[in-house]
């Protein structure tokens, strides 16, 4: 076989591969893994591996390829990945399949196991904390079952600018305070529901995680729908996500579906950053907090996840009622506790992966720290 020629496969070829490698391939993958492992990403202080940047490693004869999430800093990564898997004495080429959103840094999930727990919220509100602590951000709102970002934004009804571009179509997003906003939900007539199915379901995702003119930006929020189906699966696969935030309410019922989301993330390599509880209690007028929806769920959780309690946000009529009129909190009221609140989540973020500058020692944040090995 001429080393110029990939013996893999593309996704969608059949393949006559028993469903259990060789031995052979077991060890060889086990090698691969940990010659990866050697590689640092300098600013996280962590292997790519345990990062969850390289997934889908395949093992053909004596190739081997992976994909490779990065930022649009970290493209230096390619070639040392490259190295490492050609200095393995059975390997005699090795392949990487970059995956990046072009002028993004650090894309990032918001996720919920189910829907009304305050997901969309949490990503607008988060958002507009980080743009406040200076950063670049941009908003992609994926949610095709309640594409509510626009409205909480206060975009309302607005067309989607397409332009052409020597690498073809391009979306322009919608900016809303400084952020770059881009959704489904633009794409639909007003009150009719987005029945997407099966490939034309997977083929608009992916356009509107690959074909979005996003300038440069710090960071990108993807705003998941709730649950686990094809929809979250396929943005998860299809974007370099460097870690998810999940979402929960402190009753126990909403507990079970996160975690199923939990499981959905590490099983593609993704890190769990760490767990927002929203409507976590109701601030009374004597100073007193009243546990409307029980407590200790997103504590619970965090504990399982060996992942911080990012933050409780309380259950305050004005963030809805804000939402509804497109004015977020941290906004309109910079000094309430929801405000504060998000800041000290987009503080915690910045931490971990910073607020633009590339190289430099950071104190790595506690979130990353207790991220548990996916390998």
Same mark, same amino acid.
């Given at each position: 076989?001429?080393?110029?020629?990939?013996?893999?496969?593309?996704?969608?070829?059949?393949?006559?591969?028993?469903?259990?490698?060789?031995?052979?391939?077991?060890?060889?993958?086990?090698?691969?893994?940990?010659?990866?492992?050697?590689?640092?990403?300098?600013?996280?202080?962590?292997?790519?591996?345990?990062?969850?940047?390289?997934? /889908?490693?395949?093992?053909?004869?004596?190739?081997?390829?992976?994909?490779?999430?990065?930022?649009?800093?970290?493209?230096?990564?390619?070639?040392?990945?490259?190295?490492? @898997? /050609?200095?393995?004495?059975?390997?005699?080429?090795?392949?990487?399949?970059?995956?990046? %959103?072009?002028?993004?840094?650090?894309?990032?999930?918001?996720?919920?196991?189910?829907?009304?727990?305050?997901?969309?919220?949490?990503?607008?509100?988060?958002?507009?904390?980080?743009?406040?602590?200076?950063?670049?951000?941009? @908003? @992609?709102?994926?949610?095709?079952?309640?594409? /509510?970002?626009?409205?909480? @934004?206060?975009?309302?009804?607005?067309?989607?600018?397409?332009?052409?571009?020597?690498?073809?179509?391009?979306?322009?997003?919608?900016?809303?305070?400084? %952020?770059?906003?881009?959704?489904?939900?633009?794409?639909?007539?007003?009150?009719?529901?987005?029945?997407?199915?099966?490939?034309?379901? +997977?083929?608009?995702?992916?356009?509107?995680?690959?074909?979005?003119?996003?300038?440069?930006?710090?960071?990108?929020? %993807?705003?998941?729908?709730?649950?686990?189906?094809?929809?979250?699966?396929?943005?998860?696969?299809?974007?370099?996500?460097?870690?998810?935030?999940?979402?929960?309410?402190?009753?126990?019922?909403?507990?079970?579906?996160?975690?199923?989301?939990? +499981?959905?993330?590490? /099983?593609?390599?993704?890190?769990?950053?760490?767990?927002?509880?929203?409507?976590?209690?109701?601030?009374?007028?004597?100073?007193?907090?009243?546990?409307?929806?029980?407590?200790?769920?997103?504590?619970?959780?965090?504990?399982?996840?060996?992942?911080?309690?990012?933050?409780?946000?309380?259950?305050?009529?004005?963030?809805?009622?804000?939402?509804?009129?497109?004015?977020?909190?941290?906004?309109?009221?910079?000094?309430?506790?929801?405000?504060?609140?998000?800041?000290?989540?987009?503080?915690?973020?910045?931490?971990?992966?910073?607020?633009?500058?590339?190289?430099?020692?950071?104190?790595?944040?506690?979130?990353?720290?207790?991220?548990?090995?996916?390998?």
């Amino acid at each position: 076989m001429a080393e110029h020629s990939s013996p893999f496969r593309a996704a969608s070829e059949p393949s006559d591969r028993a469903d259990t490698p060789p031995p052979q391939n077991v060890t060889r993958e086990r090698e691969a893994i940990a010659s990866l492992k050697g590689i640092v990403e300098p600013n996280l202080g962590k292997d790519i591996v345990s990062l969850g940047m390289v997934r /889908n490693l395949r093992i053909v004869e004596d190739y081997v390829s992976v994909r490779l999430y990065i930022g649009a800093h970290q493209q230096y990564l390619e070639a040392r990945v490259l190295a490492a @898997l /050609n200095s393995l004495p059975w390997c005699k080429k090795g392949y990487v399949q970059l995956c990046s %959103i072009p002028g993004v840094r650090t894309t990032l999930a918001i996720s919920s196991g189910k829907g009304g727990v305050g997901k969309s919220t949490t990503a607008v509100n988060l958002a507009v904390a980080l743009s406040l602590k200076g950063a670049k951000v941009g @908003l @992609l709102d994926a949610d095709i079952y309640g594409p /509510n970002v626009p409205q909480m @934004l206060g975009l309302g009804r607005s067309d989607v600018t397409v332009t052409e571009t020597p690498e073809g179509q391009r979306f322009q997003p919608l900016e809303a305070f400084g %952020i770059e906003v881009m959704s489904v939900g633009l794409l639909a007539e007003p009150e009719h529901p987005l029945a997407w199915r099966g490939p034309v379901l +997977h083929k608009i995702i992916t356009q509107f995680i690959h074909d979005v003119e996003w300038g440069e930006l710090d960071y990108l929020l %993807i705003d998941l729908p709730p649950g686990t189906g094809d929809a979250q699966i396929t943005i998860v696969q299809e974007s370099p996500i460097a870690g998810a935030v999940l979402v929960t309410t402190p009753q126990q019922v909403a507990l079970g579906d996160v975690r199923r989301s939990i +499981h959905m993330f590490r /099983n593609v390599g993704v890190p769990v950053l760490g767990v927002v509880e929203n409507m976590s209690y109701l601030q009374l007028e004597n100073g007193d907090r009243l546990s409307v929806f029980g407590s200790g769920g997103g504590e619970q959780l965090a504990t399982e996840l060996q992942a911080p309690l990012l933050g409780q946000v309380p259950l305050d009529p004005r963030i809805c009622q804000q939402g509804d009129v497109g004015q977020p909190m941290p906004l309109l009221e910079p000094e309430s506790e929801i405000a504060e609140v998000f800041a000290g989540i987009a503080a915690g973020l910045i931490a971990t992966f910073g607020d633009g500058g590339v190289g430099g020692d950071r104190e790595l944040s506690t979130c990353m720290r207790s991220t548990s090995q996916l390998f």
